[in-house]
């Protein structure tokens, strides 16, 4: 059973920082794209960054340069460091793993992250 399990989350003054973490089990991890997504209220879940197994990254426009997304296949995690933080940051964060065999997505059950002004 695919389980991820999402940390880190919390409120933050703009400008600040917070890093979360994904502990991902039950699946090979390390061949699989992994990838952190956001949900603000009344808004759909957009990508905010993936990272392949191979280390390449991609980031949405809002976020790069301020945000990083990195992994460990040895310990099956994965981390969002997110930097400069602003109150349009504020979502629900969801970790996700897409296999690159069938295409299937897990999701994590998410972490708030609430940006002051």
């Known amino acids: 059973q695919v389980q991820l399990v999402e940390s880190g989350g919390g409120l933050v003054q703009a400008g600040g920082s917070l890093r979360l973490s994904c502990a991902a089990s039950?699946?090979?991890?390390?061949?699989?794209?992994m990838g952190w997504y956001r949900q603000a209220p009344g808004k759909q879940r957009e990508l905010v960054a993936t990272?392949?197994?191979?280390?390449?990254?991609t980031y949405a426009n809002s976020v790069k340069g301020r945000f990083t997304i990195s992994r460990d296949n040895a310990e099956k995690m994965v981390y969002l460091q997110m930097n400069s933080l602003k109150p349009e940051d504020t979502a629900v964060y969801y970790c996700?793993?897409?296999?690159?065999?069938?295409?299937?997505?897990?999701w994590g059950q998410g972490t708030q992250v609430t940006v002051s002004s």
């Open positions: 990272i392949a197994s191979g280390g390449s990254t």
């Open positions: 996700n793993l897409h296999t690159i065999y069938f295409s299937k997505d897990y």
């Open positions: 039950g699946i090979v991890f390390s061949i699989n794209t």
